[in-house]
């Protein structure tokens, strides 16, 4: 089983740059596709981006595309997303996820075995 642990959260204002990052444990993380969700209060948890096992292939939900990056380090066990242009509305506790490499859709949060305990990013307006 992996263990996810995610950090570099923050408070940064409007327009502003954050990146952060999520380190697996064990020596599985170069099988594993792996994935951004948020959730905001009041609102359910939703797909931000999702890169596959070997890095090949990236995906994001449309309202992040061309701001936001998702890469990985296998050497490093490690997973990052570059958010930049952030909005008000990118406010959310961040998770990362895991799983074994599959066919499953990317974006579906329930196809993800492995949670990470989420870090909270606030952009103020």
């Known amino acids: 089983q992996v263990q996810l642990v995610e950090s570099g959260g923050g408070l940064v204002q409007a327009g502003g740059s954050l990146r952060i990052s999520c380190s697996a444990s064990?020596?599985?993380?170069?099988?594993?596709?792996m994935g951004w969700f948020r959730q905001a209060p009041g609102k359910e948890r939703e797909f931000v981006a999702a890169?596959?096992?070997?890095?090949?292939?990236?995906y994001y939900r449309d309202s992040v595309k061309g701001r936001f990056t998702i890469s990985r380090d296998n050497a490093k066990n490690t997973v990052y997303l570059q958010m930049n242009s952030l909005k008000p509305e990118d406010t959310a506790v961040y998770y990362c996820?895991?799983?074994?490499?599959?066919?499953?859709?990317?974006?579906?949060?329930?196809?993800?075995?492995?949670w990470g305990q989420g870090t909270q990013v606030t952009v103020s307006s």
């Open positions: 996820a895991g799983r074994w490499s599959s066919d499953a859709l990317l974006a579906v949060a329930g196809s993800y075995p492995y």
């Open positions: 064990g020596r599985t993380f170069i099988f594993y596709d």
């Open positions: 890169i596959t096992q070997n890095g090949d292939n990236t």
